[in-house]
């Protein structure tokens, strides 16, 4: 089991004789199961991606090139502009947030069309929720009422798709046609809005989520225990792992992980902490909306990577005959899974409500155009359609290419075709990236008939 | 074998669930007995009957679900409202239903094949704003019928697009139509200009020509006389081909249900003519048959035909059943498939051509509303009782799911209520029939 | 046809008394379709019991009715002596029966740890124990002499045939089982790969386990099996020691239910029931 790359294992008396086998796609193993150098990683890594395993590859190197070109193409190179990038990342966090509630259901090999218009729902609730003179609830009850509800939602959505078995394409769609509309009926007609007022502290809060800052300072004290804490505990993880002789990444790689967050870390914070006000009135900090996302991130990843129910949606997705015969109960992970969408869902909505200045009216966002480019975003990320594959940090770097692409478009002052591109560039990067996805699974004989 | 396609019983669609090893086939011969379509084993018309009641109680269906529905919702919207079975406010449905009953047509191709196509909106809605640009007097000029030609070519060819990345490219069907979707929904804005287009100057010919596609109907006259050449071909063709069927002793069904069937044409297109020939202007006089009514009759009938009775239709039906057996048996999977998105996106040119004359002009905000469409008509489609898992579907279901979509509409806009509740109504009609298509195919399959 | 119903003779070599798992008269049906008649089977342990019969003769009821996917409509299933009623699959297990199906049952996006402890997970502190679930599943792949999977960390999609067959099989073994049910395991193999299964069974024989190998390949079977037994037409038509049977009779078992014209009686050696 230790055996260098390459190299077949000696034959040993008794053992179960699978020489044929060694033979086997030695590209198919993820690396970091395999290495024991870095050097090895390395290679190995190279293998994976030429036989069209590329993981996240794709997508970052596409986050690399729209940054680059489009800073090469706005007037003035603004792109790149800590104020513009800030903004990036408000607009992305709404994206990301829908694209891992998507890859809830995705990774089932379902799919939810709603998510879009349950996420307006649930920012409108929370909205309403929280008016002064009204229902004046306290903000973190109006934003787990919401995350009640639209979790509830998905439950029923859930529950048609697992138990009485109608597909989840037609359940979710109906969902879609169904809260869009009761969305224009919850906001009180097609011209009508619901506002945040600022004043109100209780309702501040929620207006702070996405436009509020934390103080340069503080947000460096943050990112160091942050970094600190996580780089502590995943290398005490992997050396406990290593010491127990079982599979374990060789040590660079780990040291090298850990540097990799330290520094996204440091620049995030970097480019937040520069004025992007003037000199009277600086604006400088994290947005709160930043650590906010990196908790879902860090919840979701926990929640599919170490517990049972999320090993138990990516054997769904993989085998749902097998999971069943193992005694997992599928329409319930099933249900739950449509739950969980829904209520992250709401949250972006709320965070959607936020970044849009406190206001939610029929224009604030299309309900329609949300859920295509969450999942155009799980997709890009890295998350298959057919189920099985996909983690958290795909639908993070999705949204973060949507956004940016999104953004970009529009800082272009391209007039008349702002618009357009705003549509056309983010389908075109969903069937690039698709493409690529496809072409390289040809080789191995896991496409379709 | 003359069982249409389409109405294909238990076990032919859709594989078998993990693990099922050979197929035992000594249970089919207690099941088959409701699986045969009653034309087939019917000797009379009593037989027919029965046959028929005993297919639907096995959970075959067929249309029966949505005639049903379009029969509750035209009491039910009636009560609340007399004025929903008015010879004008049936004309004007039919007029709101057209483009629904189009893409879900266009849908329904791509449902047999168990693909989905998410772009028939928006290839209406780049349709009709490029057919409504090229005969800009100011712009274009072209002339309405190159117009509608280039139209239609320009749709097909995105279909090509779209249907050749999913067929040879094995890119799933889901992803290409979405991407699709955003990328024509760009380009039709780009079209647009901007601003708004219309053609609603009835001093330019070609515009005029092109109003008049949705708007304008055939006198009375010409409508009786259609109506009976319509009647008695179809009459003729049918009698003829059940009658040499029974020559040759090929199984056809009886003669009274043949008559019967003819009878029942007539009967519609006396009603359909009549209905229409009352004058329903408010001010003035308009009346006659629509030209769409024939526009949608041609596309139905085409479809059917090119669904039923060619092998390309066959194949259709074989690829949406088992594409493993039909990919052994010889059929091009990448070339039929690719030809089935092709019409399914010409068609929603059609429907686009349409869709611009009914708009008379059209803006950016009509052409981002063009995308809620494709909801819709794979909503009628459903409805009609076509199978979302491929396979199993008629051109038919498209027209009788969009009467039943467009009805809702209507009826519910005549009682006042608005858009959104009228949203709300669709989509719960949506799951009931998707739960319908659901417990039916679980009643004829024995078990889940 | 005549068919006739064996009585059971098969009895452990050894004298132990009674076979590990015991039906009697076992029924079942499927709506109109009568799948098993009456049927009796002894598995004892410490031995190798070839389940053979042509398609339709209702082997894999026989085997997912033992694992507990289907409950019989009549008849009794003793375990180790006491009568049991077996709801579920979960039931199966506490008893100690594990089944290792056709289509193995493997979720290809999982690795082997995970596949070979889907539905069991550990946890520690409600999260999953994933060291020590690696430890116990290394373990059992080196007790079984599974040596040249690369890795324990690889996905199943990239393991073998042979390799997943294996897989499938110490999924089985690690539960303290007593009983492993296997359908058609060298159905989807090649040679090679099929030794390597048969090596396995037999060790799984030697570790002291009963063990039912579904086959339609009587050359796997007999050079398996310590057992031979049956079904034709959902009729459990013979069973007894390998060594009272030969290819031959085997397949006419199989096709009509009898062998030679007339009904095959075992060894007289065999005493009656314990």
């Not at chain 2, 294909?8 to 993990?18: F, I, N």
């Not at chain 2, 006198?219 to 003729?236: D, F, K, Q, R, Y």
């Not at chain 3, 996006?109 to 290394?138: C, P, W, Y």
């Not at chain 3, 037994?229 to 031959?248: C, I, K, N, S, W």
Request: proline share 4%; with cysteine; glycine share 10%.
């Amino acid at each position: 089991m230790t055996a260098d790359q390459g190299e077949t294992p000696a034959e040993t008396t008794g053992a179960v004789d699978l020489t044929e086998d060694a033979k086997v796609e030695a590209a198919d193993i993820p690396p970091a199961v395999v290495a024991q150098s870095l050097s090895q990683y390395l290679r190995a890594w190279w293998l994976q991606i030429r036989s069209g395993n590329s993981g996240v590859l794709p997508v970052v190197l596409a986050i690399v090139i729209v940054a680059v070109v489009f800073e090469i193409i706005t007037p003035e190179h603004a792109f790149l502009r800590p104020s513009n990038l800030v903004f990036i990342f408000g607009l992305s966090t709404v994206y990301m947030i829908l694209a891992i509630a998507e890859t809830a259901v995705l990774l089932l090999a379902e799919v939810d069309l709603s998510v879009g218009a349950v996420a307006l729902i649930g920012g409108v609730i929370t909205f309403k929720l929280v008016q002064n003179p009204g229902a004046d609830w306290p903000w973190w009850a109006a934003i787990l009422a919401a995350l009640a509800i639209c979790g509830a939602i998905g439950a029923v959505q859930g529950a048609l798709t697992a138990v009485v078995r109608i597909p989840s394409f037609v359940v979710t769609l109906a969902g879609f046609l169904l809260f869009s509309g009761i969305l224009i009926i919850l906001i009180g007609g097609a011209d009508a809005s619901v506002n945040l007022n600022t004043n109100d502290p209780n309702q501040n809060i929620i207006y702070e989520l996405v436009q509020g800052l934390i103080s340069p300072v503080a947000s460096w004290i943050i990112l160091a225990v942050a970094v600190v804490a996580y780089g502590v505990a995943v290398w005490l993880r992997m050396a406990s792992r290593r010491r127990q002789g079982l599979v374990a990444p060789p040590p660079a790689l780990t040291a090298i992980k850990i540097a990799l967050v330290a520094i996204v870390g440091v620049a995030v914070v970097v480019i937040c902490n520069y004025n992007r006000g003037s000199a009277l009135k600086s604006v400088q900090g994290v947005p709160w909306v930043i650590p906010i996302v990196l908790v879902v991130l860090g919840v979701w990843t926990l929640v599919l990577g170490r517990t049972r129910f999320g090993r138990y949606m990516y054997a769904i997705g993989g085998n749902p005959e097998a999971a069943r015969r193992a005694g997992v109960s599928v329409p319930g992970i099933r249900i739950w899974s449509f739950a969980a969408c829904s209520a992250t869902a709401a949250l972006g909505g709320i965070l959607l409500g936020s970044f849009f200045f406190g206001e939610y009216s029929t224009n604030t966002a299309d309900p329609g155009q949300l859920v295509l480019y969450s999942i155009a975003a799980a997709v890009i990320g890295g998350v298959s359609l057919f189920g099985g594959r996909g983690k958290a940090i795909h639908g993070i770097l999705g949204g973060l290419l949507i956004g940016g692409i999104a953004y970009g478009v529009s800082l272009l002052s391209l007039g008349s075709l702002s618009t357009p591109l705003e549509y056309i560039l983010p389908g075109a990067v969903l069937l690039i990236a698709v493409l690529i996805d496809v072409l390289s699974r040809r080789g191995t004989g896991s496409a379709r008939v | 074998m003359t069982a249409d396609p389409g109405e294909t019983p238990t076990g032919t669609a859709g594989a078998g669930p993990a693990g099922a090893t050979a197929t035992d086939l000594t249970l089919d011969a207690k099941v088959a007995a409701a699986d045969v379509p009653p034309e087939l084993a019917a000797q009379s018309l009593s037989q027919y009957f029965r046959a028929s009641w005993l297919q639907v109680r096995r959970g075959n269906s067929g249309v029966l679900p949505v005639v049903l529905g379009i029969v509750i919702v035209a009491i039910a919207f009636q009560i609340a409202n007399p004025k929903f079975l008015s010879a004008q406010n049936l004309v004007n449905l039919f007029e709101q239903s057209t483009i629904y009953m189009l893409l879900a047509i266009a849908e329904i191709f791509a449902l047999l094949l168990g693909e989905i196509d998410l772009s028939v909106g928006l290839v209406m809605g780049l349709g009709s704003v490029v057919v409504a640009e090229l005969v800009q007097p100011t712009g274009a000029n072209w002339p309405w019928w190159a117009a509608i030609i280039a139209t239609l070519l320009a749709c097909a060819a995105v279909g090509a697009i779209q249907g050749s990345m999913v067929a040879r490219l094995k890119m799933p069907s889901f992803i290409v139509t979405l991407g699709g979707l955003l990328i024509l929904e760009g380009v039709a804005i780009i079209v647009l200009g901007g601003s708004l287009v219309g053609i609603g100057n009835s001093q330019y010919h070609n515009e005029l020509v092109l109003y008049d596609i949705f708007w304008g109907s055939f006198s009375p006259l010409v409508g009786w006389i259609l109506m009976i050449v319509v009647v008695a071909l179809a009459g003729t063709t049918l009698w003829l081909r059940d009658a040499r069927k029974r020559r040759h002793g090929l199984e056809a069904p009886p003669r009274s249900l043949t008559a019967m069937k003819i009878a029942l044409m007539a009967v519609s297109g006396v009603v359909v003519v009549a209905i229409c020939n009352v004058n329903r202007a408010h001010f003035g006089t308009i009346e006659g048959v629509p030209y769409i009514l024939l526009i949608v009759l041609v596309v139905l009938v085409l479809c059917t035909i090119l669904l039923q009775r060619t092998r390309f239709g066959r194949y259709v039906y074989a690829i949406g059943g088992n594409p493993e057996a039909a990919r052994r048996a010889g059929v091009s999977l990448p070339s039929i498939r690719t030809w089935c998105f092709v019409l399914a996106a010409f068609i929603s040119g059609i429907a686009g051509v349409l869709f611009a004359s009914w708009q008379v002009s059209l803006t950016t905000n009509i052409i981002k509303a063009s995308n809620s469409y494709v909801l819709l008509a794979v909503a009628a489609a459903v409805i009609g009782g076509t199978s979302l898992f491929g396979g199993r579907g008629k051109t038919i279901h498209g027209v009788l799911g969009g009467l039943v979509i467009g009805g809702i509409y209507n009826g519910l806009y005549l009682l006042g209520v608005s858009s959104q509740w009228i949203d709300v109504v669709v989509a719960g009609v949506l799951l009931a029939a998707a739960l319908v298509d659901v417990l039916s195919r679980r009643g004829a399959q024995g078990q889940a | 046809m005549t068919e006739t119903n064996e009585s059971p003779k098969g009895e452990t070599p050894t004298g132990d008394g009674e076979p590990l798992l015991k039906l009697r008269g076992i029924d079942k049906h499927f709506g109109p379709v009568q799948a098993l008649y009456g049927v009796d089977l002894d598995l004892p342990a410490g031995q190798v019991t070839g389940l053979c019969g042509d398609n339709g003769a209702g082997k894999s009821v026989l085997t997912r009715t033992i694992a507990g996917v289907h409950q019989p409509d009549a008849g009794q299933i003793y375990w180790e002596g006491r009568p049991v009623r077996i709801h579920s699959t979960r039931d199966a297990s506490a008893l100690g029966i594990e089944t290792v199906y056709q289509d193995l049952a493997l979720a290809d996006n999982l690795d082997i740890v995970q596949n070979m402890f889907l539905g069991r997970e550990k946890l520690s502190h409600g999260l999953l124990d994933e060291d020590s679930m690696e430890k116990t599943a290394a373990e059992t792949l080196s007790t079984l002499r599974v040596t040249t999977v690369r890795s324990i960390r690889q996905p199943v999609a990239s393991l073998s045939g042979g390799q997943r067959q294996s897989v499938a099989v110490a999924k089985a073994v690690m539960w303290n089982s007593k009983l492993v049910l296997l359908d058609e395991p060298t159905a989807a193999l090649g040679v090679v790969q099929t030794r390597s299964v048969l090596d396995l069974i037999k060790r799984l024989r030697d570790r002291g386990l009963a063990v039912m190998v579904i086959s339609h390949n009587l050359n796997d079977v007999f050079e398996v099996a310590d057992r031979i037994a049956v079904l034709y037409l959902g009729r459990m038509v013979t069973q007894g020691p390998v060594a009272d049977y030969d290819r031959q009779n085997v397949v006419e078992y199989m096709t009509t239910g009898t062998a030679g014209g007339r009904p095959f009686e075992t060894t007289a050696a065999a005493s009656g029931e314990g």
